[in-house]
């Protein structure tokens, strides 16, 4: 079993309308000298740089009406009209608070049609759907609907924050219950007629007494049983008035499936504009903010404070300091365009140690970008940009791409100049496209930052910048515009390109300065960082380049006969619903289950119709033939659409390979991650998934070769807890679960049933991902109480597993990160977190992290090791990718058991524990069967 544990900030959805209108009537009316009203603009943005301070690494939008009429004005012609209309005090604030927010850098989304709050809903909804936490600022008491684990309230005016315990103890029900409460007693600032008769206090005990709406409809007679005063009259203005009740449940009910053009995950924080943040302070007249500004560019970026106390831990970490380093107090950013210009440059890179560089190109696709110029970075605030190919019309003539790399072909290949930049991986890729072997990597800003906090930013350059250097750095976007009509950079003009392109080499020489002097104040950090995450930098640049052969026409073949089975499934569906219906709709799919079928209710959405979650799914697919089919139809579909449809699009026509993309610096434990596939994701344990696999193939003459370790999470838990039960089992190379199941079930090891040992494996791996009783019990099928009696005889016979995690619970408490076997650290910001949900889940991630990151090193560990035993070997073979704690080679079909044999001692060799390291292997013609 394997997880990826992740430590991501929240995404902030900013109720812009909401905040416009409240600053605009509790705050002072400002006005410049010209006459022109900015309270509300300068309340909203305080508010806003309020909310970057408090959420720094956070991606955060801010959402406002749009004009015009919604569909609730269709469906109730006096929906809102008793509002005046706006003043013009306030309509003259919006632009100008819409050209503030832009240049912030926040995504800003007013969507016709719909309200603010149903954008936001929207949003929520897929953040929930994703398992994202999701941080609404409002103050708006209908938002308090959209409630759940993942989605909570601020409300910054007011410094109220509402989680579902907030909303149940605010309110007195809980968020599901928002919509009936708001339908039952109306809502005057909308002008929600809800039912005559009934105010705040009746709805409440309504709710409270009953249920909802549809629960109070129904036991319409109960309502005179209930104590409040005026129960025996409240049925019949109930009955009196349904349509108006279920009209009032439509207005009050925020829309969470919304047509958007945006979706949650290309909300990104962008950089602040800074010279367009300074004309709009001047032209407002907010003179403290532009004092600020002048003093310090980047003020308007969350500031470095703000990002040490909600990302770092309380104590003994690597914060970045408070006062970012100084920057230079001039830039000389120029444009080689003569050979005498260029050789210059040259003799100084001959003559220098080390420098920054990076390349240009015309697209991220490293098989088919082409480059379009390169810039280097002596010293701090002096670097050069080398045009090669920019074509636009009037483009000046520029130096000869060919003899240029020629030129540098010899530094960029020596290992004794240093070289220095941001993804070097990218840009190794890009070099190989025309001869030059990247070699000498010296420092990689993405991979310094990461291993420092990977937590504590993202860890792009822009991101880098504004959190280690306080610096704002020109974005592509600025100078290429966005989406379809956006230039490649060979368009863009020579001298824009020249300071975008230089700035690239400034930041990232500026940046290894500031992260090589942080790391060096720990020696696991920097080992790990020069000794792990660099040299795997050309390791993983050989291994995308290799690629991985694909039988296109076998996907293809696949494809056809997942459809056939999806259509069978479809039809089957059909005959045990008795009638045909959309899979794909929840609403349709809850009618048949719940209603049609009376398959019993086990959860309920935040607006309290039944969930047909896929979680939901499974468990009912363990009891009703209807899910069951309806989980292994998604199942196949996400199958045909992630896979067997689209590998095939992404071989490359080049080389007929499939080249995906490793990254270093995503996930919070280590792990490496890919795309474009992701090769994590291919399921092992389903025969559709090994059809899959089936179709990565080996070349004619060649085999693949997959070499996997064996339970090693499990053995480094066994270290890590120096449990003597684990130590022992696994020193006498016994089964861990039917060792294991002997000790729960009390029984010698060759009476144990298969059942047990599964049941065993269950807890073996549950326990140390923080598996409570109850999810044990369902993923066992018992009763909870008889999972309890499997856990405690578990911790009975192993308490140095417990005692284990009672130690890195209150070790992570007090230092606020824990660390893997090499040092790696995982920071945990949520670990001493108020809410008891929040801080258990950081508890549960510190206890599995230590494994999970260990396990990331032993295998990145084990990568270095086997591709130096490689290049000896003289073995006609390659490492081609990487998979969870699986290794895959193509080798020649005559040296098979010799690769075999050296991969698995070099792998079980990589780290020393006090338990053996085990690695299986095998050979096939496809990933299946060599797996």
């Known amino acids: 079993m394997t997880t990826t544990a992740q430590a991501t900030p929240p995404y902030v959805l900013v109720d812009g309308s909401s905040y416009l209108y409240r600053a605009f009537h509790a705050l002072p009316p400002l006005t410049t000298r010209q006459g022109q009203p900015t309270g509300a603009v300068k309340g909203v943005v305080s508010m ?26 269709q469906l109730f012609a006096e929906y809102k009209a008793q509002r005046p209309p706006m003043p013009d005090d306030l309509r003259s604030q919006i632009a100008p608070l819409h050209a503030c927010v832009k240049a912030l850098g926040l995504p800003l989304l007013c969507v016709e049609g719909v309200e603010a709050d149903d954008v936001i809903g929207t949003l929520a909804r897929q953040a929930t759907q994703q398992g994202r936490e999701v941080v609404i600022s409002t103050g708006d008491k209908d938002m308090a609907q959209l409630v759940d684990q993942h989605v909570s309230l601020v409300n910054t005016m007011t410094k109220t924050y509402l989680d579902v315990d907030g909303v149940k103890e605010k309110y007195g029900i809980g968020p599901e219950l928002i919509i009936d409460f708001l339908a039952l007693m109306g809502d005057k600032s909308d002008n929600i007629p809800g039912v005559p008769g009934i105010g705040e206090k009746t709805a409440l005990a309504l709710l409270q007494g009953i249920g909802g709406l549809d629960a109070l409809y129904d036991q319409l007679d109960r309502i005179a049983e209930l104590s409040f005063r005026g129960a025996k009259s409240t049925g019949k203005k109930l009955a009196e008035h349904r349509e108006q009740a279920y009209l009032s449940y439509q207005l009050a009910t925020i829309k969470t499936d919304c047509d958007l053009e945006l979706n949650l995950n290309d909300l990104q924080l962008g950089t602040p504009d800074t010279r367009q943040l300074r004309q709009l302070y001047q032209e407002l007249e907010f003179k403290a903010w532009l004092d600020e500004l002048e003093a310090n560019p980047a003020q308007d970026a969350p500031s470095e404070t703000a990002a040490a106390s909600k990302s770092a831990p309380p104590s003994s970490s690597p914060e970045t300091s408070s006062t970012p380093p100084a920057a230079p107090e001039s830039l000389d950013y120029r444009c080689l365009l003569t050979e005498a210009e260029f ?111 990977s937590t504590a930013t993202r860890h792009d350059m822009d991101s880098l910048a504004q959190h280690y250097l306080g610096y704002s750095t020109q974005s592509f976007e600025s100078i290429a515009g966005k989406g379809s009509k956006q230039l490649t950079f060979n368009q863009i003009e020579l001298e824009v390109a020249t300071h975008y392109a230089a700035e690239d080499a400034d930041i990232t020489l500026r940046l290894h300065q500031h992260l090589q002097a942080e790391l060096q104040a720990y020696p696991d950090l920097l080992s790990l960082y020069q000794h792990i995450e660099l040299p795997l930098v050309p390791l993983l640049t050989q291994m995308e380049e290799a690629g991985v052969k694909i039988d296109a026409e ?15 499934l479809e039809q089957e569906a059909h005959a045990l619903a008795g009638r045909p219906f959309n899979l794909n709709s929840p609403k349709q799919l809850a009618v048949i289950l719940f209603e049609e079928q009376k398959i019993p209710v086990l959860k309920k959405t935040p607006k309290g119709a039944p969930s047909t979650a896929e979680a939901i799914l499974e468990e009912l697919a363990l009891d009703y033939p209807l899910p069951r089919l309806l989980m292994e139809h998604r199942g196949l579909a996400k199958l045909k659409n992630t896979y067997t449809d689209k590998l095939p699009s992404l071989i490359e026509p080049r080389t007929g390979r499939l080249h995906t993309s490793y990254h270093q610096a995503v996930t919070a434990t280590g792990r490496l991650s890919s795309s474009e596939p992701n090769l994590q994701n291919i399921p092992i344990r389903h025969q559709e998934g090994r059809r899959i696999r089936q179709a990565f193939i080996a070349e004619p003459g060649y085999r693949l070769v997959a070499a996997d370790y064996s339970q090693i999470e499990l053995r480094i838990m066994a270290h890590l807890s120096s449990d003597a039960g684990l130590l022992q089992a696994f020193a006498a190379e016994q089964d861990i679960h039917r060792a294991t199941a002997a000790e729960v079930f009390g029984i010698e090891p060759d009476a144990v049933t298969q059942d047990q040992r599964r049941s065993a494996k269950a807890i073996n791996f549950g326990l140390i991902y923080g598996m409570s009783a109850f999810g044990l019990a369902k993923q066992l099928h018992i009763e909870r109480q008889q999972a309890q009696v499997y856990i405690e ?16 619970r209150a070790q992570a408490a007090e230092q606020g990160y824990v660390e893997t076997l090499l040092g790696r650290r995982l920071y945990l910001p949520d670990i001493q977190a108020r809410q008891a949900q929040v801080r258990q889940a950081a508890e549960r991630t510190a206890i599995n992290a230590p494994m999970q990151g260990t396990a990331a090193d032993i295998i990145k560990k084990a990568m270095l090791d086997v591709s130096a035993w490689l290049a000896t070997s003289q073995l006609d073979a390659r490492m081609i990718m990487q998979v969870h704690d699986e290794l895959v080679f193509e080798v020649q079909e005559e040296q098979v058991e010799t690769l075999i044999e050296g991969v698995r001692k070099a792998m079980e060799e990589a780290v020393t524990l006090d338990v053996p390291l085990r690695v299986e292997a095998a050979s096939g013609l496809n990933w299946d069967e060599a797996h």
């Open 48 to 73: 806003l740089k309020s909310l970057m301070r408090a959420y720094p690494a956070s991606p955060i939008a801010v959402v406002f009406d749009a004009k015009g009429p919604t569909f609730r004005d």
């Open 793 to 808: 005889r578990y911790f009975e016979r192993y308490p140095g597993v417990k005692r284990y995690m009672e130690q890195t």
């Open 343 to 453: 050789k210059a440059w040259l003799n100084r890179l001959q003559a220098a140690p080390c420098w920054a560089f990076d390349t240009e190109t015309t697209g991220l696709n490293t098989q088919q970008a082409e480059l379009v110029g390169l810039s280097f970075a002596l010293q701090v605030g002096e670097a050069v940009y080398i045009p090669l190919a920019h074509d636009y019309p009037g483009a000046p003539d520029q130096l000869d791409r060919d003899w240029v790399l020629a030129q540098l072909k010899p530094l960029l290949e020596d290992p004794q100049y240093g070289k220095i930049g941001q993804n070097l991986k990218f840009d190794a890729h890009i070099l190989l496209r025309y001869g030059i072997h990247l070699q000498g990597i010296l420092g990689d800003t993405l991979l310094a930052s990461y291993v420092l906090n």
């Open 554 to 568: 076998q996907l293809k073949a696949q494809s056809h006969q997942f459809g056939l089975r999806l259509q069978e």
